[in-house]
């Protein structure tokens, strides 16, 4: 059976859903964190598979791009959730409601 | 051959992600989280982006996902989520209905354009360091330097917060 584009982009789709779920369902904001890093893989996919497609390498700039930011969230997040958790003693989602209140 | 290959990384990265949405110890989840980044350097081989391939795990699965687990030392205790709270079986239904549906219609929509196939075989040297790096540094040049005022604001703003109380060098 010949592999597709469309076998890509359902890949991509069901990762990215994936990852949006737990974004969801989990309340460990590190857990989260992670589900953000998985839906920005499953994009750079998308971005490979039609550069393939086209044959031209375009989509690989993007997708170097799409690390940068990935790499710049990851080191945001994280240094925002040490320091909740400095603040807070938690990161649990569900414990830091103080501008809901 | 390559139908293989495909259909190995590519259930290989949606286990890791699954596992990663489902594990309750985030170590784990971290450690299944590097397994789904691996299948994806492999799924960038299969698509010939082999500079990609190799980026993807120094840049994923090397360098953020070590911060990850540093942090996860870092904060020990509440890595495990509070086992005495009953699981958010409410969310997990208003989650995973809307995800099925919206899989289901790209699914539906995707084939609805018929299987396109990957056309003909690229020319040689298709995603190497230098064919990227050509583009990188001649046709997205704006786009490659203000990447890098990105990375160097994310810099900045992760010691400014990773400092905490203490004085900044520069105040």
Same mark, same amino acid.
């Given at each position: 059976?010949?592999?597709?584009?469309?076998?890509?982009?359902?890949?991509?789709?069901?990762?990215?859903?994936?990852?949006?779920?737990?974004?969801?369902?989990?309340?460990?904001?590190?857990?989260?964190?992670?589900?953000?890093?998985?839906?920005?893989?499953?994009?750079?996919?998308?971005?490979?598979?039609?550069?393939?497609?086209?044959?031209?390498?375009?989509?690989?700039?993007?997708?170097?791009?799409?690390?940068?930011?990935?790499?710049?969230?990851?080191?945001?997040?994280?240094?925002?959730?040490?320091?909740?958790?400095?603040?807070?003693?938690?990161?649990?989602?569900?414990?830091?409601?103080?501008?809901?209140? | 051959?390559?139908?293989?290959?495909?259909?190995?990384?590519?259930?290989?990265?949606?286990?890791?992600?699954?596992?990663?949405?489902?594990?309750?110890?985030?170590?784990?989840?971290? #450690? @299944? $989280?590097? &397994? %789904?980044?691996?299948? !994806? *350097?492999? +799924?960038?081989?299969?698509?010939?982006?082999?500079?990609?391939?190799?980026?993807?795990?120094?840049?994923?699965?090397?360098?953020?996902?070590?911060?990850?687990?540093?942090?996860?030392?870092?904060?020990?205790?509440?890595?495990?989520?509070?086992?005495?709270?009953?699981?958010?079986? #409410? @969310? $997990?239904? &208003? %989650?995973?209905?809307? !995800? *099925?549906? +919206?899989?289901?219609?790209?699914?539906?929509?995707?084939?609805?354009?018929?299987?396109?196939?990957?056309?003909?075989?690229?020319?040689?040297?298709?995603?190497?360091?230098?064919?990227?790096?050509?583009?990188?540094?001649?046709?997205?040049?704006?786009?490659?330097?203000?990447?890098?005022?990105? $990375?160097?604001?994310?810099?900045?703003? !992760?010691?400014?917060?990773?400092?905490?109380?203490?004085?900044?060098?520069?105040?």
């Amino acid at each position: 059976m010949e592999i597709t584009l469309t076998h890509y982009l359902v890949l991509a789709a069901a990762i990215f859903l994936t990852g949006m779920v737990g974004f969801i369902v989990r309340r460990n904001a590190l857990v989260m964190l992670m589900c953000v890093e998985l839906m920005l893989s499953s994009v750079n996919i998308v971005f490979a598979a039609f550069s393939r497609v086209h044959g031209n390498e375009g989509g690989h700039v993007f997708v170097l791009m799409n690390f940068a930011v990935a790499a710049a969230e990851a080191a945001i997040g994280l240094a925002l959730l040490v320091e909740i958790y400095r603040r807070r003693r938690t990161i649990d989602v569900d414990d830091l409601k103080a501008l809901m209140e | 051959m390559e139908a293989f290959l495909f259909w190995f990384c590519g259930i290989l990265m949606f286990l890791g992600g699954l596992m990663t949405v489902t594990q309750r110890n985030a170590v784990v989840s971290a #450690v @299944w $989280l590097i &397994f %789904a980044f691996v299948a !994806a *350097a492999g +799924i960038f081989a299969l698509l010939s982006a082999p500079f990609l391939a190799i980026m993807q795990i120094l840049v994923y699965a090397g360098a953020i996902m070590v911060l990850f687990l540093f942090v996860i030392m870092m904060l020990q205790g509440p890595v495990m989520e509070d086992e005495r709270r009953s699981p958010n079986k #409410v @969310w $997990l239904v &208003f %989650a995973a209905l809307p !995800a *099925a549906a +919206i899989l289901v219609t790209i699914i539906s929509w995707i084939r609805s354009d018929g299987a396109r196939s990957l056309g003909p075989a690229v020319a040689e040297g298709f995603g190497t360091a230098e064919a990227v790096s050509r583009l990188l540094l001649g046709r997205y040049l704006l786009a490659f330097e203000l990447i890098s005022i990105v $990375l160097l604001v994310g810099i900045i703003g !992760a010691l400014a917060l990773g400092k905490g109380e203490r004085k900044l060098p520069w105040k």
